[in-house]
């Protein structure tokens, strides 16, 4: 019994079984439970250590992640690990921090040192990106969630994104709405004068402005993408101010703090105050109660930026800048009109 | 103004200011605020890029991870690449799956392709590892919360690891303390005849047959490491059988999924139906209500895990062989009695 034997069982392709076998979130329910039965029953035992000692890998693509405290890059890394690994290829990790500031300078000793033939960027900011630059690195670039590119200089190399303005727009217009008023807002850093969270801060002022609602500096929290610093922030908030009835924040992890720092100061979720996080992590759907969020399109994304990767390093398509649709989803957490 | 500027200011070593940059979690809440003001008001743009183009950096250390899909491993995979970044290393990070069924030829291979100085396993199954094997590997391998070594051969390499029957047994043993007698158990796979699952569930049958509490299979559930299955297996198992008073589920991942299930079923978390998971994630301190768990020494393995390796590497530490402690937090997700 070997894998094909379990896709011919199971009626799907080897491929799926694959997938099935590596808990790849892709896969419809139905098909995941049926490929397992089969799995179990045939006492199937995947072996192909044959096969990987045959494999003389030198093929790298490498993954500079910035920030992946965050586990929604994490979920990327995976995601595209998979596909790395499927096309024969093997992914070269490399975190980048805040005080590697000159994120392109960490991308040309990153593609030298280890001879890359490809790179993928998960945040980061490239704003210096150029002409020069580019024809030195030589290898296919995609940048996939960064903070900034260069928009005056988009040749060479590859963007993959969400309009992260509009999306923060969309959330707090839907809350404002819903007749709130005094909406904090919850960002990872504020003195980051760049990047994505400025634009999400941007978004959310734009939304106030066109209600004519003054934006207030004291509403604006810090949780730098974190549950527990989150959840200090807003308890602080709720103390201070009596009259907040709704809470955007910029990420899932940090809207679990809000929420539980919610019911800790004896409000509901949802009735005293509204909360929308931003990502779509499965946690934001089996919380307590779920909680709105702005979903990104996570798996599209990590799958076009390795699709779009692979293509671009064997000539098979021109360099592309692909903004991805985002989607709020309404949830419990905001099921409750002020006015 | 740079990194030692600000370390003094703030009257910490340069290494915590960096930790503060990089989200490190291993910083007192009250000391990360402080250097993040002092930042702020400094208006520090972290530079180091001159440095790290000077550095051409041919010193890798592997890890190789088996079911990344489990964010327990990929915050681990976040603390030890910070280590890795520190001591001046690179990280190479490999995936393995289900299918590559002999970990130990995939780590070979691994070693052999990559150039490795130096492994940490996160997870797999070394029951093969014998004493031709780390002769041939001649790097050092730390093995890290793997499911199974060769009990019969422990030397030329090292473990750390968590005792996972006994944590299981502690957690089942405070639920059938507390009267609980129909208790399912939600592992990730029951089929896997070996390993992690297999001795969590040893450890529950274990407490069970102290209780003289019969084991029935139909209690039996499996999760997969994901939130969306537990769901739907814990919402089935709650339809079928009314007399269900407690759930053990040996992730924090299954049991966030567990306690949605829980509630849509029109029961109350802690009231009717007491929860623990496994692990100890932020996710089980921030739910509402919090969730009990089992707390890993995440950090802890972690740091152990790579402090390790860079001795060995360096021939300042024999193999070691470490059993970390865990511990039962007790939250509301298990406060009532049943009797």
Redesign the interface.
């Known amino acids: 019994m070997n ?1 094909k034997d379990i896709a011919k069982l199971a009626g799907v392709g080897v491929s799926t079984v ?1 997938r099935v ?5 892709d896969v419809k ?1 139905s098909t ?1 439970e049926k490929v ?1 039965k089969i ?2 029953e045939s006492n199937y ?5 044959a096969r ?2 045959k ?4 093929k790298n693509i490498g993954i500079l992640v910035k ?3 965050n ?1 929604f890059f ?2 990327m ?2 995601t595209i ?2 596909k790395i ?1 499927e096309s024969g290829y ?6 980048s ?6 994120d392109i ?2 991308l ?2 990153f593609i030298n ?2 001879r890359l033939q490809g790179v993928i960027c998960l945040g980061g900011n490239f704003i210096d990106i150029n002409e020069q630059y580019i024809k030195d690195i030589e290898v296919p670039i995609v940048l996939t969630s960064v903070n900034n590119y260069n928009e005056e200089f988009t040749d060479g190399y590859s963007c993959i994104s969400i309009d992260n303005r509009k999306a923060a727009y969309e959330a707090t217009e839907f809350l404002l709405k819903n007749g709130h008023e005094n909406i904090a807002l919850m960002v990872a ?1 504020s ?1 980051s004068k760049e990047g994505l969270n400025e634009r999400r801060l941007d978004g959310f002022k734009q939304a106030l402005k066109k209600y004519n609602i003054e934006f207030d500096e004291c509403n604006l929290l810090e949780g ?6 989150s ?2 922030k807003t308890k602080e908030l709720l103390q201070r101010y009596e009259n907040i009835t709704a809470i955007f924040a910029t990420s899932d ?1 940090m809207a ?2 809000c ?2 720092a919610i ?1 800790d100061s004896g409000k509901e ?1 949802g009735k005293n105050i509204c909360l929308i996080g931003f990502d779509g992590m ?2 934001s ?6 909680i709105s969020t702005i979903k990104q399109p996570k798996e599209l994304m990590s799958n076009s930026s390795i699709e779009l990767l692979l293509d671009l390093m064997n000539n098979k398509s021109e360099h592309k800048h692909i903004v991805l649709d985002t989607e709020l989803i309404v949830r419990e957490s905001c099921k409750i009109r002020i006015k």
Chains 1, 2 share one sequence.
């Open positions: 894998i694959s076998l590596n808990n790849h979130p329910a995941r397992l799995v179990e035992i995947p072996n192909s250590s990987i000692l494999q003389n890998n030198t920030g992946m405290f586990p994490s979920e890394v995976n690990g998979c690994n093997t992914m070269i990790l490399k975190q921090y805040i005080e590697d500031y000159k300078d960490v040309k000793a040192d280890k850093d003195y730098h993408y974190r549950s527990d610093i959840y200090t992890i679990i703090g929420a539980k019911v979720i499965d946690i759907e089996f919380y307590n109660p779920p």
